[in-house]
């Protein structure tokens, strides 16, 4: 049997009503901003429950921006985890400032008690994670960053969906990011990204510097840049904010699936704690196994496309060079490269492929 990891196929198997979205953007010639990205702006926030949405390029792009937007500049450090997708760093990197790793806790999201210690007088902004998919605790940041007076960005990236509680990733920091890349649970045919705000200010500046500061076609207001959501991917991403809270569900009924066939081989293999309240998306679906190698060629073999995110962490690659870490500073987050893996548990797996899979697991185990 095969358990493929991408469910792009499936996911677009129907596409005359995208097609025809499409005709009508290109009939109309907006091709640049316009009321195809605006209408799904306001869609998105809606959704979400905040004020303002500001489309991007790309999820990374949405974080360099948002990062700008609360005053990260040359010379700020930025504290997130060094258990990301390298975008989150690239971006802190890309606006300027120095990142500043603190370790992961066993949800493999960041440790709020290491937080605290991290901070120094530069320290410009709070960035934390919702590592695939699974929000991290959003009220102990927000303590700790209010107290502090430092704003926080989130990077909710892979999180469109998740919540705490009932309140939505990207409604906690300050100016927060998503991204539409084709393989997080809101997405479009290429890139996309979208940055949301209740601070009118930040969105202000938003709005200007993603679109080269110009207040208008004769005016520029401030240095900005081409950071532009594409009206495309705007029209598909509206039709898939549709159906984002059903498949959000599926994801959920397939991970829950999983916890429970996974029950019993917790010596060998076992999915995270999950505090009650968090509603996650699992844009991953991650859990920690002894023997981790070994397990994911055994599932590989047999058509299981389970993968590792990732297998080395941020502060030991060689861009982090000159960064200043070594082996040792994040026990936590070193230790669970090693062991972390990801079993595909979209919405489109079947009952027979999860059964299938967990089968594969106890066979290797036994
Ligand atoms: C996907 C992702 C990004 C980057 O988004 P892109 O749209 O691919 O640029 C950043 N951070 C995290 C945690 C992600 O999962």
């Excluded at 129907?14 to 109309?28: G, M, W």
């Excluded at 060094?82 to 999201?109: K, L």
């Excluded at 590592?131 to 960053?145: R, Y």
């Excluded at 709005?207 to 005016?219: I, K, M, P």
């Amino acid at each position: 049997m095969q358990v493929k990891y991408s469910y792009l196929d499936q996911q677009f198997a129907e596409v005359d009503a995208h097609f025809q979205d499409l005709r009508e953007l290109v009939a109309s010639g907006e091709f640049t901003l316009g009321p195809f990205v605006e209408a799904f702006e306001k869609k998105f926030a809606a959704y979400i429950g905040v004020k303002h949405a500001i489309g991007t390029n790309t999820g990374t792009g949405a974080l360099i921006l948002s990062l700008k937007a609360v005053g990260v500049q040359p010379g700020s450090e930025v504290i997130t985890v060094a258990n990301t997708f390298i975008a989150t760093v690239g971006a802190i990197i890309a606006a300027g400032a120095r990142p500043v790793f603190v370790d992961c806790d066993e949800r493999y999201q960041i440790d709020v008690s290491k937080i605290e210690a991290a901070i120094t007088p530069k320290t410009a902004a709070i960035l934390p994670v919702h590592w695939a998919g699974c929000p991290p605790e959003m009220d102990k940041i927000l303590e700790i960053a209010n107290r502090r007076g430092i704003p926080v960005v989130e990077d909710a990236c892979p999180a469109v969906g998740a919540k705490i509680n009932g309140r939505f990733a990207g409604t906690f920091g300050k100016v927060n990011a998503f991204s539409m890349h084709p393989l997080k649970p809101l997405n479009v045919w290429g890139d996309g990204g979208i940055i949301v705000t209740n601070d009118d200010k930040a969105a202000e500046f938003l709005r200007l510097y993603r679109n080269h500061g110009l207040l208008d076609r004769d005016h520029i207001e401030i240095w900005g840049v081409n950071e532009r959501l594409q009206p495309f991917q705007a029209v598909v991403g509206s039709r898939v904010l549709d159906t984002i809270e059903g498949l959000v569900m599926a994801r959920i009924r397939n991970a829950q699936q999983f916890d429970e066939g996974l029950k019993g081989l917790e010596s060998w293999i076992r999915p995270p704690y999950r505090p009650l309240g968090y509603r996650e998306v699992y844009q991953l679906y991650l859990v920690t196994a002894k023997r981790r190698d070994e397990l994911v060629k055994y599932l590989v073999e047999r058509g299981v496309e389970a993968k590792v995110h990732y297998p080395i962490p941020i502060h030991l690659q060689n861009a982090a060079r000159d960064l200043g870490y070594k082996r040792g500073d994040f026990p936590i987050c070193e230790r669970q490269a090693e062991e972390i893996v990801t079993l595909p548990a979209h919405q489109h797996i079947t009952q027979e492929q999860i059964d299938y899979t967990l089968s594969c697991i106890r066979e290797f185990y036994r």
